[in-house]
Structures are given as structure tokens and as C-alpha cells.
């Protein structure tokens, strides 16, 4: 087994910070395998809720603006195919904020025992969302399959979306993961955060709909709006609709957001002991 000595002393922390960050990658690792263990211990269904939890809002929102609020999908591509690209994204993005936002209260017991870099506890906690991530994926393949839709050359930028939807769990979540240390009714505001949020983007409906409205130039600032058009056109090709310029302001807003969370971050962390 390798051993290495932590030698604490004055500034040390702050030179050798991202070298401590990944001689704890085996932390990491283990961190993320008890996150993804303890999602699923002691549940019948186990993986398979990741699998009913996006088919089932799939149906609902088929059935509820599909059906009753009539609202059309992208020419040529099944209202089904275009909600559950949406919900698979946003399922990934939603929980890995919320993980995130948690994941220092949630391992209090070893930020006031055991010194390492904090910033492994957010990182680790995105394990168990980008495996439900894969589970929904998987559901899509089958979904498109059934409905003989053939994917073309835009598939190869799936893992680019996705990146940038994890980027954007971590500008956000960072933030209040500090914040909820200090004020634990945050971790009450965040599922609403997420629930105004379901709605605010575009996932039951294509952005389409909206892009000849005044407010367009507004509704695109939300950054979730271009990484989520972004992956459905990616999956679905040309006949999805998609604004480059969307996609512009949903890098520029997460890069400055992720940078100012992870100052934020790095400042707070040596306090969290005394918040906790």
C-alpha cells in the first residue's frame, strides 16, 4: 500500500492544492463508489429507478403538452424522442447540482476529522448522476430504435453537452454548497430551484417556439437553454432546432460562473469546520 505524509504548515495548502487534489484521487474513488452504493442500497428495483424515474416523466409530459396543450415538436422528429433528449440532460444537470449543493453537509463527519482538499467531496458526489445519465441514454438508444429514428455525424458532440452540463452543475452548485454550510434552509430552497427550473427550460417544448418572441434574447441568457438544445440536436441531427448563439452564451456564462464558484469555494472551504 502507498503511504505519503501531509505535512501541515502555513500556506502549504494553498500551493500544493490541485498536486493534494489528485494524490487524493483514490478518495475520490471511494467517495464516489459509497455515493452510488448508498443511492440504491436497500432498494428493490436498485439501477432500474433510474431507468422508471425519466420513462415515466416522459409519458406524463407526452401526455400532458402532447396530448392535451397540443404543442408541437420539431418537424420531423417524435414528440417522445424530443422530451426525453431534454429530460436526459436535465435529469443529469438537475441532480448533479443538487448532489453538489449537498455534498459537504452530507460528509460532515470528514471535514471536521480528516484534512484533505474539500473540493473532492463535489466532485465525487457527480457519480451517481452521471450514472442515472447513462441508464436514460440508454433508454433513448431503445426509444429511437423503436421509432427507426437513425442518428447522423452530430452524435460524435454528445460528450461535449454533457461536459457542459456537468460545468454548469459545478458553477452552480459550488455556490451553495458554501452557501447551505452556513444556512441549512438553503438545502430547502434548492428542489425548488430545480422545479422552476424543469419549467423555465426548454424540455417539454422546442425553443422554436419561442424564438421569434421579443424576449428571445432574455430567455437565452438561462444557460441551460443552449446545452439543452445543444444535446437534442446532437442526438437528433439538423431536424432538431438548436441557436449557436444559445450555445455562446451558455459557455460564456458557466465559464465565469464556475470561475467565481470555484474562488468562492476555495476561499469558504478552510472555514467549513467552525460553519459545521
Not at 13 to 23: G, I, N, Q, T, V
Request: charge should be positive.
Amino acid at each position: 500500500m502507498k503511504t505519503h505524509e501531509v505535512l501541515i504548515e502555513p500556506g502549504r495548502a494553498e500551493r500544493h492544492y490541485w498536486s493534494d487534489l489528485w494524490r487524493n484521487r483514490e478518495l475520490l474513488y471511494i467517495l464516489s463508489m459509497r455515493d452510488v452504493s448508498v443511492r440504491y442500497k436497500q432498494t428493490a428495483l436498485g439501477t432500474a429507478w433510474g431507468l422508471i424515474r425519466p420513462l415515466t416523466t416522459m409519458l406524463i409530459m407526452v401526455f400532458v403538452f402532447s396530448k392535451i396543450a397540443k404543442l408541437p415538436a420539431d418537424p420531423g422528429v417524435p414528440y417522445p424522442l424530443m422530451v426525453l433528449g431534454g429530460i436526459t440532460v436535465w435529469t443529469f444537470f438537475s441532480t448533479a447540482f443538487t448532489q453538489i449543493s449537498n455534498s459537504v453537509t452530507l460528509n460532515s463527519n470528514l471535514v471536521t476529522k480528516v484534512y484533505f482538499p474539500r473540493l473532492i467531496m463535489p466532485i465525487s458526489s457527480v457519480a451517481v448522476s452521471f450514472l442515472d445519465f447513462l441508464v436514460s441514454l440508454g433508454l433513448f438508444i431503445l426509444l429511437a430504435i423503436w421509432y427507426r429514428f437513425i442518428p447522423d455525424w452530430h452524435l460524435v458532440l454528445v460528450p461535449v453537452f454533457v461536459v457542459l452540463a456537468a460545468l454548469a452543475a459545478f458553477a452552480f452548485g459550488l455556490f451553495f454548497a458554501v452557501i447551505n454550510v452556513r444556512f441549512r434552509d438553503i438545502g430547502q430552497l434548492i428542489p425548488f430551484i430545480v422545479q422552476v427550473g424543469f419549467y423555465a427550460c426548454p424540455i417539454a417544448y422546442s425553443s422554436r417556439l419561442v424564438s421569434k418572441e421579443s424576449w428571445y434574447p432574455l430567455y437565452i441568457l438561462n444557460p441551460l437553454v443552449g446545452i439543452i438544445d445543444g444535446f437534442r440536436w446532437a442526438l437528433l441531427g439538423e431536424k432538431a432546432y438548436f441557436n449557436p448563439d444559445s450555445l455562446i452564451a451558455s459557455v460564456i456564462i458557466v465559464g465565469i460562473c464556475l470561475s467565481l464558484s470555484l474562488y468562492f469555494f476555495r476561499k469558504r472551504e478552510n472555514t467549513f469546520v467552525d460553519d459545521i
